[in-house]
């Protein structure tokens, strides 16, 4: 694959990942989260095997294009999910887990890749496309869990009485989403997009994405511009992943910790909404992508 056709895989990724993460996170709540999140992993593990069958341009291409739409609706739909059961103060640390699980992938997946690309012509199979069969294995299976195991709304579940269900729905009335609110009109889309802080939120994100979409799409050329080469490269972005993640254990979640016992009421409301608006904070690995345009 040429440099040219390399970024332009990455690009379409991003393309779909922008458009529909939105759409994804309204299905989300009109589909139920244990139906919607299922649906997601087991399209994304399906579509990630896929890649292994892959032999032209234009086929990679398309597959891409579908395992974008299936992962633009993974973060945000987790994070809006957690409003259903969670208060505004006590989602930070919870989002800050996912992110470091994130992060945790990142050296996984390069040990990951390290062993099998021991098995390079195992089966008459690349090392490659055993990577990719291998490694959409695990989401086909938990998407099957997730459907039958997930609970969906505190006031949905059988393993609360009613009593508990009322507690849960009344202490979110105003600092989370209920899944039998109506469904978010142009004045409340209005309303959030009008909040200064959700600006504050893009620029820091802005700020945390660029050195991670950065790491996340381009540690394996970095390592092979140093020197390392084959599955040396690959091994050699494990400890950039591990430092990373050291470091947001350390700094990251004392900090979201220590913030779980506040929070500003005014926003929490917007908070539970402005997770159906985070359209702009997809164009940060499309920055990204582009800046490594040949």
């Not at 709540?29 to 649906?39: E, F, G, M, N, V």
């Not at 609360?160 to 209920?178: F, H, M, P, W, Y």
Request: proline share 5%; hydrophobic share 50%.
């Amino acid at each position: 694959m040429r440099s040219d056709q390399f970024v332009y895989t990455l690009l379409i990724f991003l393309i779909a990942y922008g458009l529909f993460e939105v759409p994804s996170n309204i299905l989300l709540k009109k589909l139920r989260p244990s139906r919607w999140i299922a649906i997601l992993m087991f399209t994304w593990g399906a579509c990630t095997m896929c890649l292994a069958a892959c032999h032209t341009f234009s086929q990679i291409l398309a597959v891409r294009w579908f395992l974008g739409v299936a992962e633009a609706g993974l973060f945000p739909g987790l994070v809006y999910y957690l409003t259903f059961w969670y208060k505004h103060n006590e989602r930070s640390l919870r989002v800050a887990l996912i992110l470091a699980s994130a992060t945790l992938a990142g050296a996984f997946g390069g040990a990951i890749a390290y062993g099998i690309g021991h098995m390079n012509q195992a089966k008459g199979l690349s090392a490659w496309r055993w990577l990719f069969l291998l490694e959409g294995i695990p989401s086909v299976i938990s998407a099957i869990l997730v459907w039958f195991f997930l609970p969906d709304f505190p006031e949905s579940v059988s393993w609360l009485s009613q009593k508990e269900k009322d507690i849960a729905v009344a202490r979110l009335e105003t600092e989370g989403s209920n899944s039998a609110e109506k469904t978010m009109t142009w004045a409340d889309a209005k309303s959030t997009l009008m909040d200064w802080r959700l600006y504050g939120h893009y620029v820091a994100y802005f700020a945390v994405s660029i050195p991670f979409a950065s790491m996340s799409y381009f540690t394996p050329s970095i390592t092979t511009g140093l020197g390392y080469v084959d599955l040396q490269a690959q091994l050699m972005t494990v400890p950039p992943w591990c430092v990373g993640y050291g470091k947001y254990f350390l700094r990251v979640l004392p900090v979201a910790w220590s913030r779980a016992g506040y929070a500003d009421s005014t926003f929490c409301h917007q908070s539970s909404k402005s997770s159906l608006l985070g359209l702009p904070i997809t164009l940060t690995p499309v920055a990204c992508t582009l800046l490594a345009w040949p």
